[in-house]
């Protein structure tokens, strides 16, 4: 699947724009608070139907208007062509058509488009807390399966109110539970541990398919062989969510909240045998963080039979020069969408450049 025409109205800072990506390589070049970032973050919208840089909705409407369009020509592999059209509205509810027709829910939308995007922001996956790890899990099981979305909405849903309950509980302050309170929790943990137990697995079987991967890009990119180490073992998988809740069961009433579960989870990343969080290097991290999304991009290539989008946000500003050689002169197979302030390395082969300047494309090439 590939993006072949992007356009753009009244998206951030774009009034009017229309980019005709190739199905190769295709670099964007501009100065820095161009638009760089904004296309980025319009492409991987139509995948996620979020900003990657966790902006609000309105954030991403144009200042001085009401809504914004993100309008692109998809073409499938099997060669059928969709057109796809998001209107994103400052206030009040979006809506997406697919072929001009309305979709019922917006999240239908999901799976339609794939896209990988690595940012400078994806440093915070190896340097931030276990949330951001959670996170990179949990956006690369989506990618793989969209049904992920759905379930990590309900399991969300599902800890807000087992929350709420123990809240509750916790005023109660009884030693003893209310027995109304008490046979609500034990329904909610039925259903939070049938749900949990599903998603761990999955989380489980995403990281030990991906390990040997992240390996393999990180050494590419580094040029030496760092043992790369992932591991997802929560504890309370041993015995699955059912009797860990049970276990923590005194707990989460005394402190009101879900003490266990995947919402807790923690995915340690170690290199050269060390923590990735505190003991890498800032390039290390910066590598790790690549070869992290290289190779979700490359698992989601191999399981869906088909290479999502690859955009690469303002990479150059992110590699020294051995790295962002290693990395643009063997790009994965795909479309590859480059944003850069720098004319790219030699190595890199665009296939088409486009110049843009203050959210307007530059004519000329
Ligand atoms: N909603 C918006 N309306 C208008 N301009 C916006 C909006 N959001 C961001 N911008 C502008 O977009 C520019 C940043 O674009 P960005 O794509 O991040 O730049 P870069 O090319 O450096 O990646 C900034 O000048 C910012 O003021
Ligand atoms: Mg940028």
Do not use: C
């Not at 761990?200 to 040997?212: E, F, H, M």
């Not at 890498?280 to 963080?289: D, H, I, M, P, V």
């Amino acid at each position: 699947m590939i993006v072949s025409r992007l356009e753009l109205i009244d998206f951030r800072n774009y009034s009017e724009a229309s980019f005709d990506l190739t199905e190769g390589t295709t670099v964007v070049l501009g100065d820095n608070g161009q638009g760089k970032t904004n296309l980025a973050e319009a492409l991987a919208y139509l995948a996620t139907l979020t900003s990657f840089r966790g902006a609000p909705g309105d954030a991403l409407v144009r200042v001085g208007t009401d809504q914004g369009i993100i309008r692109a020509t998809v073409r499938h592999d099997d060669g059928r062509e969709s057109l796809i059209e998001a209107e994103l509205r400052a206030v009040g509810r979006n809506r997406v058509q697919v072929n001009r027709q309305k979709l019922q829910r917006v999240r239908d939308l999901l799976g339609t488009v794939r896209v990988t995007v690595f940012s400078p922001d994806d440093l915070i996956i190896v340097k931030g807390g276990p949330g951001e790890r959670r996170r990179f899990m949990d956006d690369t099981l989506v990618t793989l399966a969209t049904k992920y979305d759905a379930i990590r909405l309900e399991m969300d849903r599902i800890v807000k109110q087992r929350n709420t309950l123990l809240k509750q509980a916790q005023k109660a302050g009884h030693r003893e539970l209310p027995t109304d309170i008490e046979v609500t929790l034990d329904v909610w943990d039925a259903k939070f541990s049938e749900i949990a137990d599903q998603f761990g697995y999955a989380r489980a079987t995403l990281v030990s398919r991906i390990a040997p991967m992240v390996q393999e890009a990180y050494e590419h990119l580094a040029g030496v062989a760092s043992p790369i180490e992932l591991r997802y073992e929560p504890e309370w998988r041993r015995t699955g969510l059912k009797a860990a809740l049970t276990a923590a069961r005194g707990d989460d009433v005394r402190r009101g909240v879900s003490t266990v579960g995947p919402h807790r989870d923690e995915l340690d990343v170690t290199i050269n045998g060390l923590p990735g969080r505190t003991h890498a290097s800032q390039g290390e991290q910066r590598t790790l963080a690549l070869a992290l999304r290289l190779a979700g991009h490359r698992l989601a290539t191999e399981r869906i039979g088909s290479a999502p989008v690859l955009v690469l946000d303002d990479v150059l500003s992110e590699l020294d020069d051995g790295r962002a050689r290693a990395l643009l002169g063997h790009l994965p197979d795909g479309q590859v969408v480059i944003t850069t302030a720098s004319e790219l390395p030699p190595a890199a082969r665009a296939d088409r450049i486009i110049r843009i300047a203050a959210g307007t494309i530059v004519p000329g090439d």
